[in-house]
């Protein structure tokens, strides 16, 4: 018995996408194998105050890290240099990458730079973003005559 499946070329086309970037990726990256660069993992979480995010930067100094803020977007980078070891009894494998990297993270809009911390602990780089004051609506209340209340305030028309 034969089932019918509906075709949907917009998932097909997204399915298309994801695998030509991936291609793509891999090309531009040898496929992992002989890549110099890499990009750390991140994890952004959010609380009532502020959003946080933390990269995995195991092995870096605090000096090889740059943390910047431009129209409304931060820019974490870094420098992970390669340890030549040499011995002729041992051999030695290198599966770590390293290289330099650079990330780039909007941010709500109407942050401003001094509500940016940045924190670096144990090979975990934290930046907390205070988020932006929203703006609270005005309630205009109409007034029928020669006044009319806005936030209880009475004024001429």
Known sequence: MATLVRWTPFTELATMQNEMSRLMNGVLEGNGRTAQSWVPAVDVWETDEEIVYAFDLPGIPEDKISVEFEDGSLT???????????????????????????????LPQGVDESAINADYKHGVLEIHVRKPQQPKPRRIQVGSGAKATIEGEATQK
């Open 76 to 106: 974490v980078s870094a420098e992970r240099e390669r340890q030549q070891e040499a011995s002729e009894d041992r051999f030695y494998r290198f599966e770590r990458r390293f290289g330099s990297f650079s990330r780039t993270i909007g």
